[in-house]
């Protein structure tokens, strides 16, 4: 095949996706923030930038230089990794460049041939990618059910499955806002003698004493196996993984994504260690935004008579693709920032607008946006 014809191809492909209101474009943030997950509004902040300017006036390097098993293994690094640990109640932490990297690095890594992933059908895509590259078998269990996870499991063991269970959720469902039955799917992997892995994306921040997430109840579980993004209500970037330090260390000696990645920025991983203290030295922002949160849930039912999900992140199940990206197309031209989510991050059928709530607005910018979101519904027929 010529250059030409696989251009060709690809670009047949491309126009495939538009006549299904798939094809995805980048598009510059602005207006008002009605899309981000910067929940607590962390990342614009003053002290945050404060504490960037001085991690370089103290001689932090931009970059890392290498690997973390080289050169590239700065004392912030080492540093954020700690305190992590201490502040989410966990033995031992490891930070990488992302939540995608993190999800990828844990599942293709830490299960082994003879265990089993049992996943939640709407896990994270970097979650099934690292999922897919593991040697353990998986499944996928109906979202939120634990019987569903539970059958799984049972009809592994009576197929003769003699290693352990892995559970595989997400705390916060970033495309509906709903949570896992987390105590319930503990106590199945107690049963079991398996693994409960919880990432706390949407939660860590926000939910739990001092936004240590959902899962700070379960602390202590030498079964747990958290991840805590830091680029959403941190308002940095990169990911933490929590749990033992057998498995920390077991990902620092076999996950190819950390033994053959660039470390991240050491000047990021000082930004990281100031928004954990944030946390704990401004509560007032997660008052601020439990308060904001329960205004937009009770103005969603009350404006569009959609029930909210509880939580910052408020699916407005739209259906059609091209309804959809027409809507949140008009919304930014009168100054929402809304973006349509479209298959194959959510299920056929279920194409929606992905409205989060952030300190970045005030509850009269939640009113107007409603106000406005109900006309753009009704004018902008499937």
Known sequence: MTVAALLTR?????????????????????????????????????????????????????????????RGNHGEHVALEAEAAAFFGVPRTQYFASGYAANAALFSTLPQRDDIIVHDALIHASAREGIAASKAVAGAATHNDVDAFADKISQWR????TGHPWIAV????????????????AALA?????????????ATGVFGPDGRGVTAELEGRENLVVLHTCG?????????????????????????????STAPSPLIAAAVREALAMLVDEP??????????????????????????????????????????????????????????????VPEGTARLRIA????????????????LKVAMAEERP
Do not use: W
């Open 357 to 372: 709530i952030t300190l970045n607005v005030d509850r009269p910018m939640i009113t107007r946006m409603l106000e406005r």
């Open 232 to 260: 959403k209500a941190l308002g940095v970037s990169g990911a933490l993984i929590g749990g033992s330090a057998v498995l920390c260390d077991y990902l620092v000696n076999r996950a190819r994504n950390f033994i053959y």
């Open 10 to 70: 690809h670009e047949k492909t491309l126009s495939g996706l538009e006549r299904k209101g798939r094809r995805r474009e980048l598009v510059v943030g602005g207006g008002m923030d009605f899309t981000s997950n910067d929940y607590l509004a962390l990342a614009g902040s003053p002290r945050l930038k404060a504490a960037i300017a001085a991690a370089i006036e103290r001689g932090v390097p931009v970059g890392s230089g290498g690997s973390r098993l080289l």
């Open 284 to 345: 007032q922002r997660r008052e601020e935004f439990d308060s904001l949160r329960a205004f937009a849930n009770q103005a969603l039912a009350e404006t569009l008579g959609i029930e909210g999900s509880g939580s910052q992140i408020l699916p407005v199940i739209v259906g059609d693709n091209g309804r959809a990206v027409r809507i949140a197309a008009r919304m930014r031209v009168e100054g929402f920032d809304i973006r349509a989510i479209r298959p194959p991050t």
């Open 158 to 161: 009576k197929a003769g499955g």
């Open 170 to 185: 997400e705390s916060l469902y970033s495309m509906d806002g709903d949570r896992a039955p987390l105590a319930d799917l």
């Open 190 to 202: 107690e049963r079991h003698d398996g693994f409960l892995v919880v990432d706390e994306a949407h």
